[in-house]
């Protein structure tokens, strides 16, 4: 089911994306940096994802929907890793770059067959869940959803392509924000229909 209700929020959205073009012309291009201020609110926005999945866990009396808000916990602490570089941007080298894996020892070996356990626990634990059923029983805010696509294809085109106005890293972090603030925003709303309609 969908809310096709047009909030408020979604307006500064709308404007959000012409100011991220006009507002990257003056900001110091080490603003989007590893570790730099940007990336470390997207920490912080994943930080409140985890807490919200966690949250919703435990106020659940539904034991399948247990196994779709630990899903939502782990998805957010991947994308929380992916951030981080899985622990490499945290090792920062003197000239600003990120060590390589064979660099790291046994932590290079065996972080990416770990990655790879996790989401085959993620897949795991929404089909414990019955994912597609949590889906049909609960609200989703229908412009949320579409603004939450449109950042996702923002940052795709911003990382993978030099078109004429999307060029740079800044660009990309900024509608990373964006992006994630709409995964928090969905989250949250699912998150109270879910506690209030089913027991």
């Known amino acids: 089911m969908f809310d096709k209700r047009f909030y408020p929020h979604l307006w500064l959205l709308i404007i959000y994306i012409p100011f991220v073009f006009i ?3 003056f900001l110091p291009q080490n603003i989007a940096r590893e570790n ?20 919703a866990m435990k106020k659940t009396r539904v034991l399948m929907d247990k ?5 939502g916990m782990l998805f957010y602490i991947l994308l929380f890793g992916r951030e981080l570089s899985w622990g490499r941007a945290l090792l920062m080298q003197s ?14 070996d065996i972080a990416h067959p770990l990655i790879g356990i996790l989401i085959a626990l993620l897949l795991f ?21 579409i603004f939450l696509v449109l950042f996702i ?31 928090l925003r969905v989250t949250n709303y699912i998150k109270i229909y879910a506690l209030k309609h089913r027991f």
């Open 67 to 71: 196994y779709i808000w630990q899903a």
């Open 153 to 183: 294809f923002l940052v795709d085109i911003s990382e993978h392509y030099n078109c004429s106005i999307f060029h740079g890293e800044i660009d990309e972090e900024l509608f990373e924000c964006a992006m994630y603030f709409e995964m």
């Open 95 to 108: 000239d600003g770059t990120m060590p390589k894996w064979r660099e790291l020892g046994i932590w290079g």
């Open 23 to 25: 507002v990257k012309e």
């Open 125 to 145: 634990l929404f089909y414990r869940g019955s994912f597609f059923r949590f889906l049909k029983n609960v609200k989703i805010p229908m412009w949320d959803l």
């Open 36 to 55: 730099g201020p940007v990336e470390n609110f997207q920490l912080v926005l994943l930080a409140v994802g985890i807490y919200l999945c966690w949250q």
